[in-house]
């Protein structure tokens, strides 16, 4: 049931009737997200990248495209989404809320509880397995939502802005664990943000979302080794370059 | 399918409300339920028309139990709030106010505003004055909670904000507090409307010679269903009428509190 | 603030809400030193309730406090079945929703109370009509405040749950309703202490054993002291309830 | 202590009962200066900034602005806080309007200053809008317009646009830059991004965890506009960095 090849986004185009006014929000986006690549979607802040992550996970419908994966249409089981505000269900503990995908697979209670420890492990949250949501500090909720993607055992992960609430700190901190985690266990990672320095960090490549209503703009691969070092040349020269080229084209006064 | 969306609720709600119209016809007409126990709709219509000029059976036209209720019910009303608004803020504001206010109002809280109907009754007797201390006693409860809770739910980052330009205690209190509690305590005075006109059919099934309540009395005396569903229906329409009204009210001075 | 200051300020609140309780103490007094035969002093309710318990006549205290409890009891039960489920109706399905719910709105605006004559005719004066008038009471807070909480709730919970897989039904059962039980919660607040005044108004005007009845009875014969014990009973158990309430929801939904 | 510091902490501790949460913190600020404050998460920054606004009295320990005790009714202190304190029943312009008004300035100087906030913070055409018909990043403009009209003596902001997309953050830098320049008022800037600090601030503080004292401070003469790639930047931010890195 896994997926095998890439996955391809064909001319997508969305827009929304905000009481009879029609605003077109995607035009024709067309890329290919290819096997166990860490894809990043970068664009400045309302230009629709959330609406695409969530017609990439089928939670809205595109107006016109679709997405296409091994020839068939990209079905819901493939993948799974970690949302900015986590979406952990407070009245679950952090283990409930990590064996949840698989009890809706119909796994056993025996086996799902000792898959979720092992995911809470992977996440380093050993110990917080019976504490409430409430109860942990976000950088941890994020890491749960992480352990419940993962724990979905699909083959494509979205993520939309998921370090978006965290302090600066924290936020460096999740984007080393999640590359590390990604390292351990490959999956299919597309990934979006409105932070330059997070996106060169973490992406092999970088797909420039712009105008309105946004299409793509630009590409960039990055070839830095891993661990990358936020302070070294190559890194700041790639950020500077994306800067000029992206951002500064069409930065709409909020 | 989204613009047929909002036609098709419109249409099933027609659909749904003329098929229950039709059902209680039904009922009654076919004898399901007896005519001594329940009159059918088209029957209530007309009595309601026919109740606007004609005061048989229960001694007064629908207008003037409404006006006998309404004016009894709103002045308790306006009493209430006028002294239950401020004293609910005062107790927001002043910390020794609230000891001493908010022990009676715990105790006279959990009290149901119908039981207070027949000490009061005892006290002063079944006149008017007598139902608008009942409805003051009940609706001043729900005003002076929701105006106090409105104060104190102020978010801690405006007072600092006020802390911070070295602004007095009272200052914070009205530039501040006062505004933010506005919508709270427009929620306490619907709320206590609605508390002065449940109270007020209750006093008037207990005791009373004109109004709502006594139409709905008298209708069940006289076994004429029509009379009781025809003052239930005037009582319904007109409690929300006020709400309504009152909700107007808000949008006018809270506006910033909707989206 | 430092501390003690702080401790002074608390001991000065707690000595004026003790001056509150004698204020009311005083102006009891007052009403009953201005007109005697009809208002007891508080020491004579007391020694008034004493007396009915001790040594009842006829009716005893319990068996009105019991038949009024029984009642709530029964009707407040079925009253937040029924309302969970219609409430939940509303919520889930689009179809049931835009039938019913202008019919539920159509009547909400009626007051319990006012039903009272339509389901005497309907339901005579036994224990039926004063059951169906509590759980008009309590059905309807119950109504709103289940549909509130299912249209308020927040759409990421839904996203989310789409994304791991929840079909219709697990959506519903796992996500949804435990989503909008805190505002199911507040709606049975409401219900209890609405099913409290709707008991006590089914019973003043018809009923043979009750709190309701009692008062009605003691008005009539002007026993001010009766109608007193009653009220303190009233309100004692229905705060009682309300207070192991707010206990039983922050154990069972701290969310 | 030399007598041009504008804003001076002395030995400004803070316990809660015995837990001690701020220990024994010593600064001094120039008129005008511009300084940032960074620390680990965590490490009780808020505490310290209400205790700096007196919102919070110290457990012991002075804070003079010009020498004497710092008084919020003498003395112009604004706070811009990290969660958004618009009046949410004020409209935009009220909103500025607002602090002047409670320092009873005279009104000739409360309009002219409006409108200069108005049109510098790109806020001219949202002026009668109420906080919650306008975009987050609007929202935290308006709160720097009310802080910056008042020219206050000590502005104390935390982390104002923690919460916003990362390109409105490049604009509010600038325009936060600008205006403390304009007005000469003594900045006090609070973040967790050691970066936004080397690009703000003429020096830094950076904090120990709790209990919370001054590690060092550190100069960054470097001239403005600051070029984030350029290599003496990150050589002082990693410097900072290594005084904080915790992950």
Do not use: H, M
């Given at each position: 049931m896994s997926v095998v090849g890439d996955i391809c986004v064909r001319n997508i185009s969305k827009s929304f009737n905000n009481n009879g006014k029609k605003i077109e929000v995607l035009k024709d986006i067309n890329f290919e997200i290819h096997k166990n690549e860490f894809l990043v979607l970068f664009g400045p802040g309302q230009c629709g990248k959330s609406v695409l992550m969530e017609i990439i996970a089928n939670i809205s419908e595109p107006d016109s495209g679709e997405i296409m994966c091994d020839g068939k249409k990209l079905r819901e089981e493939d993948l799974c989404m970690v949302f900015q505000r986590y979406a952990?269900?407070?009245?679950?503990?952090c283990l409930k809320n990590v064996e949840m995908p698989m009890k809706f697979k119909g796994v056993s209670k025996e086996k799902r509880e000792e898959k979720a420890k092992e995911y809470l492990k992977l996440v380093e949250?050993?110990?917080?397995?019976?504490?409430?949501?409430?109860?942990?500090?976000g950088g941890m909720k994020q890491r749960v939502a992480i352990a419940r993607a993962y724990a979905k055992e699909c083959d494509i992960l979205l993520f939309d802005?998921?370090?978006?609430?965290?302090?600066a700190q924290t936020r460096y901190s999740m984007e080393k664990e999640l590359i590390k985690i990604w390292q351990s266990e490959k999956k299919t990672v597309v990934f979006i943000t409105n932070n330059i320095e997070e996106a060169v960090y973490l992406a092999d490549r970088i797909i420039i979302l712009g105008g309105s209503p946004s299409s793509i703009t630009e590409e960039f691969k990055i070839e830095i080794?891993?661990?990358?070092?936020?302070?070294?040349q190559a890194f700041l020269a790639i950020r500077k370059e994306i800067e000029n080229r992206a951002v500064h084209s069409d930065i709409v006064s909020g | 399918m989204k613009i047929k969306g909002k036609k098709r609720t419109i249409i099933r709600a027609v659909i749904g409300l003329s098929s229950f119209f039709l059902i209680w016809e039904m009922i009654v007409r076919l004898g399901i339920i007896p005519r001594n126990r329940m009159s059918p709709f088209t029957e209530v219509i007309a009595t309601f028309i026919r109740k606007i000029t004609d005061p048989t059976p229960d001694g007064a036209t629908i207008i003037e139990h409404f006006l006998t209720s309404f004016s009894v019910a709103f002045s308790g009303f306006v009493v209430a709030a006028l002294i239950g608004v401020p004293l609910g803020m005062m107790m927001g504001y002043n910390r020794y106010a609230k000891a001493y206010a908010n022990t009676i109002f715990e105790i006279l809280?959990?009290?149901?505003?119908?039981?207070w109907i027949p000490i009061i009754m005892l006290l002063l007797g079944i006149g008017t004055s007598a139902k608008i201390f009942i409805i003051f006693v009940a609706a001043v409860v729900p005003a002076v909670i929701n105006s106090y809770t409105g104060i104190k739910r102020v978010p801690e980052v405006y007072i600092n904000v006020g802390k911070s330009l070295g602004m007095s205690h009272f200052k914070i209190f009205t530039k501040i507090c006062i505004p933010h509690a506005l919508p709270a305590v427009f929620t306490g005075l619907r709320l206590s409307l609605n508390t002065a006109w449940v109270a007020l059919v209750a006093a008037e099934l207990l005791?009373?010679?004109?109004?709502l309540g006594y139409m709905i009395q008298i209708g069940r005396v006289l076994a004429k269903p029509e009379i009781i569903i025809t003052g239930m229906i005037v009582i319904g329409c007109s409690g929300a009428v006020m709400s309504g009204l009152l909700g107007l009210f808000e949008k006018r001075f809270a506006k910033w509190s909707r989206k | 603030m430092t501390n003690d200051g702080e401790k002074m300020k608390k001991a000065l609140c707690a000595v004026i809400s003790l001056l509150s309780v004698l204020t009311i103490l005083v102006f009891w007094y007052m009403i009953s030193w201005k007109n005697p035969e009809l208002m007891p002093t508080p020491v004579e309710t007391l020694k008034q309730m004493f007396e009915m318990i001790v040594n009842p006549t006829g009716v005893s205290l319990f068996e009105h406090v019991a038949a009024s409890f029984t009642r709530v009891f029964i009707a407040y039960f079925s009253a937040t079945l029924a309302g969970v489920l219609i409430g939940v109706a509303f919520g889930w399905s689009e179809i049931f929703r835009d039938f019913v719910h202008p019919i539920f709105e159509l009547l909400?605006?009626?007051?319990?109370?006012?039903w009272i004559p339509i389901i005497v005719i309907w339901?005579?004066?036994?224990?039926v009509s004063k059951i169906a008038i509590v759980f008009i009471g309590a059905f309807v807070p119950i109504v709103v405040n289940t549909y509130s909480g299912m249209m308020q709730m927040d759409p990421i919970y839904e996203k989310a749950g789409k994304v791991i897989g929840a079909n219709r039904k697990e959506m519903l059962l796992e996500i949804v309703i435990p989503a909008s039980f805190p505002h199911i919660l507040a709606g049975m607040k409401t219900a209890l202490s609405q099913s409290w005044a709707c008991v006590i108004a089914a019973e003043m005007i018809?009923?043979?054993?009750g709190l309701g009845y009692l008062i009605v009875r003691s008005m009539e014969s002007g026993n001010m002291g009766n109608i007193l014990i009653s009220i303190f009973f009233i309100s004692g158990i229905s705060a009682l309830l309300s207070y192991l309430f707010n206990k039983l929801e922050a154990i069972i939904c701290p969310w | 202590m030399s007598e041009k510091a504008k804003v001076s902490a002395v030995g400004l501790t803070k316990k809660f009962d015995d837990l001690?949460?701020?220990?024994n913190i010593s600064f001094d600020i120039a008129k005008g200066e511009f300084v940032c404050i960074v620390g680990p998460t965590g490490c009780g920054k808020t505490t310290f900034l209400n205790i700096l606004s007196k919102i919070w009295p110290a457990t012991s320990g002075e804070l003079l602005i010009d020498g004497e005790k710092a008084d919020p009714k003498k003395h112009n202190i604004a706070f811009a806080f990290q969660?958004?304190?618009?009046?949410?029943?004020?409209t935009v312009e009220q909103n500025i309007r607002f602090g002047m008004e409670q320092k009873n300035l005279p009104k000739e100087i409360i309009n002219e200053r409006t409108e200069q906030m108005l049109e510098l913070l790109e806020l001219k055409e949202a002026?009668?809008?109420?906080?919650?018909?306008?975009s987050a990043s609007m929202e935290s403009r308006v709160v720097i317009g009310r802080s910056f009209a008042l020219h206050p003596d000590l502005l104390l902001m935390?982390?104002?646009?923690?919460?916003?997309?990362i390109e409105f953050r490049y604009h509010l830098e600038d325009a936060v830059l600008k205006l403390s320049k304009m007005t000469g008022s003594t900045v006090i800037f609070v973040t967790h991004n050691i970066e936004e600090a080397v690009y703000l601030a003429e020096r830094c503080i950076v904090l120990t965890n709790k209990?919370?004292?001054?590690?060092t401070i550190e100069k960054i003469d470097l001239p403005?506009?600051?070029?984030?790639?350029?290599k003496e930047f990150t050589d002082i931010r990693d410097r900072i960095t290594d005084y904080i890195k915790w992950w």
């Open positions: 952990l269900f407070p009245w679950k503990t949250l050993e110990g917080f397995e019976n504490s409430y949501p409430r109860q942990i500090s802005e998921p370090f978006g609430a965290l302090d080794p891993r661990p990358r070092n936020r302070s070294d | 809280r959990p009290i149901p505003p119908i039981a005791a009373s010679t004109k109004g | 909400r605006p009626i007051p319990p109370i006012a339901f005579g004066i036994g224990e018809v009923a043979q054993k | 001690l949460v701020l220990d969660e958004s304190s618009a009046f949410p029943w004020l002026r009668n809008y109420f906080p919650r018909q306008i935390d982390e104002p646009y923690a919460q916003l997309d209990p919370t004292t001054v590690k403005y506009p600051r070029d984030i790639c350029s």
